[in-house]
């Protein structure tokens, strides 16, 4: 009897260990479309008191509203997107792309400067060899690669939008559709706590994505400032930009600083270094500074312990998993993924001493 007892123990272990294990197979490799539907979903969810607005006080169907909350994202989008034209066609000019001659000649010009503030004393050879190490490899070969490179991105941008629009719209249209779908894998005695789960899990979630809202927003204010203060072109455009990749954790802030500091010098590149560029760039970066200290001690931790309720470190600790195993996508959707995994763990595993102590603040 005992040995049956042990031999059934045994199997259902190996069974559980078995579909665990497959469970996570199965997320690994459907991560892009996982990420879809996780976009999908944030969409819904803040394109929701929208969809109530329009439904209740214009009397619009679901279909209508759903559908005219999704123009107004994707208009919103296209403006963000046209934000950035001047700033791409003010660089252009600049950097003079089409004319490789010019920028060569501008590039040599910087690096002069760049090597005699520094005090480097052959500073011919080191024009030349800069000059030599960059524009030597440039030809006419690079052409197709970058063509075949840019039309793949440009491929699976567009499955990606698609996918994500098309989930987006019947979320909005169907609030409880993904509620439905879970529901089926929820054993009936568990359906309570499940939709007791998925609400706190919305409001969390809200209170979230308002406080990145209002990060965004000081930043924002505080780079827009800076820059107009430096006198560089197209400052809220390039404010706008560093501030959304504050959204990707410790990485974005670092792409941020040297993109900051990239476009202000080009902004001044016919200017002198010592005089003009090297000082502008000194004080821009010393207000990106300024605005990562703000975000760091103020903004980052009030969202963590009114919004999603953990600690800083553990959210360190989450960030790195994500970003080690799905790159980019995975910083950005760390936190509110691991929320809402949380709410789920003290729903239905509420007396495992584990999850008492990571979910002792929820």
């Given amino acids: 009897m005992e040995a049956n007892t042990v031999a059934k123990g045994i199997l259902i272990a190996t069974y559980r260990l078995l579909m665990l294990s497959l469970g996570?197979?199965?997320?690994?490799?459907?991560?892009?479309?996982i990420i879809h539907l996780a976009i999908a979903a944030v969409?819904?969810?803040?394109?929701?008191?929208?969809?109530?607005?329009?439904?209740?006080?214009?009397?619009?169907?679901?279909?209508?509203?759903?559908?005219?909350?999704?123009?107004?994202?994707?208009?919103?989008?296209?403006?963000?997107?046209?934000?950035?034209?001047?700033?791409?066609?003010?660089?252009?000019?600049?950097?003079?792309?089409?004319?490789?001659?010019?920028?060569?000649?501008?590039?040599?010009?910087?690096?002069?400067?760049i090597t005699d503030f520094i005090g480097w004393n052959n500073t011919n050879l080191n024009k030349h060899t800069i000059s030599n190490n960059l524009f030597s490899n440039i030809g006419l070969s690079t052409i197709p690669e970058f063509l075949n490179g840019f039309a793949g991105a440009l491929s699976n941008f567009t499955i990606g939008l698609f996918s994500v629009i098309f989930a987006s719209f019947f979320l909005l249209k169907d609030s409880k559709l993904l509620e439905k779908t879970t529901l089926i894998?929820?054993?009936?005695?568990?359906?309570?706590?499940?939709?007791?789960?998925?609400?706190?899990?919305?409001?969390?979630?809200?209170?979230?994505?308002?406080?990145?809202?209002?990060?965004?927003?000081?930043?924002?204010?505080?780079?827009?400032?800076?820059?107009?203060?430096?006198?560089?072109?197209?400052?809220?455009?390039?404010?706008?930009?560093?501030a959304l990749l504050n959204l990707i954790p410790y990485l974005g802030p670092m792409i941020g600083a040297v993109l900051i500091s990239l476009l202000t010098m080009t902004s001044f590149i016919d200017a002198s270094f010592?005089?003009?560029?090297?000082?502008?760039?000194?004080?821009?970066?010393?207000?990106f500074s300024f605005g990562q200290l703000i975000d760091n001690f103020f903004s980052q931790p009030y969202i963590f312990s009114k919004s999603v309720k953990s600690h800083p470190l553990e959210i360190f600790i989450i960030i790195i998993i994500a970003g080690t195993l799905f790159g980019t996508i995975g910083?950005?959707?760390?936190?509110?993924?691991?929320?809402?995994?949380?709410?789920?763990?003290?729903?239905?595993?509420?007396?495992n001493k584990v999850v008492k102590s990571l979910t002792k603040n929820l």
């Fill in 24 to 33: 996570v197979f199965l997320f690994y490799k459907l991560q892009e479309l």
């Fill in 43 to 113: 969409l819904a969810l803040l394109g929701r008191p929208i969809v109530i607005f329009l439904e209740r006080k214009l009397k619009f169907s679901a279909l209508w509203a759903a559908t005219t909350t999704l123009i107004i994202f994707i208009t919103l989008m296209i403006g963000i997107i046209s934000l950035f034209i001047p700033l791409l066609l003010k660089q252009g000019d600049n950097l003079s792309l089409l004319n490789v001659e010019d920028l060569e000649s501008k590039f040599i010009f910087l690096s002069s400067q």
């Fill in 185 to 242: 894998f929820i054993k009936d005695d568990q359906e309570s706590k499940f939709k007791k789960a998925l609400e706190k899990i919305k409001d969390l979630l809200s209170r979230y994505f308002i406080g990145l809202f209002f990060q965004i927003t000081i930043l924002l204010i505080i780079y827009t400032s800076i820059l107009l203060i430096c006198g560089v072109s197209n400052a809220f455009i390039i404010a706008f930009l560093c």
């Fill in 274 to 287: 010592t005089e003009v560029i090297l000082p502008k760039t000194i004080y821009v970066l010393l207000g």
């Fill in 331 to 351: 910083l950005i959707v760390a936190i509110p993924s691991y929320t809402s995994i949380k709410v789920m763990l003290q729903t239905f595993f509420e007396e």
